[in-house]
């Protein structure tokens, strides 16, 4: 099991030179269960899995510095639920630049994001959510479950962030990211169709959950046609939450008895 989380860690994490989604560089079978035996659990980060602070923002800032010159409006902008291309696309939009001077350079301020949290990484006030370690080595533990990320994040920033709270990257066998697609109710299906790619077989939709923070995970959910479970760990409180209408609501992660039942039932 380790090798092949290895295995995985390399495909989610250097796609460089891991060739690409259509064309692998090795044929990759995860494991002989079947996905009708399995349960997939597409977890976001920030405000899921462990809180940022505002380090994030401090990277982002030094990124559009760096890349543009300007920062937009960074300090009121709200990035709940947003992509990393949605949030430059609109602060550098904001800011004035016109489009093309945005999209020529979006590139190059993802490499810059993701450079600045690495160099940050060591330092961050960042903190893993309540329960989350227990609930990640349980989840790891039972062949059942089939972790990922879909997240907002820029995908090469998101090892450094998941290092900096002491949680294996190499836990989430695959993912979507938002330095992919610019519209976070896109990620859920490439997500999966990268695991249907992986494991030889189209992921039903009943068989995956999103997990996440904002109402804005529960709308790529729905796009996809995915359950969700909402935890009111980030920004938004349990009443803000439930005007969107998750099929489940928490208050953290942290009752992992009763969690178990939710994933092991959804
Ligand atoms: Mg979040």
Redesign the pocket.
Known sequence: MQILSNVSAFLLFNHKTAGTDENPPFPVRIEAMGINDKRVLLF?????LLDPADEGVVCLRRALEDVYGVTGPIEVYDM??KTDWQIVTDLMTLAGLDPDAIESRRLDAFTAYARHVEIAAASFRMRILPGIQTLLDRLAAEEEFILGLV??NVREAVPHKLRAVGIDPGLFRFGAFGSEHIDRNTLPALALYRLGQMLGEAIPPERALVI???PR?VACARHAGLKVLSVAT?RYDRQALSVHHPDYLMDDLSEVKELLKILKEF
């Open positions: 976001d980060i920030d405000g899921t709940a639920g997240t907002g996440g923070d904002t995970d980030g």
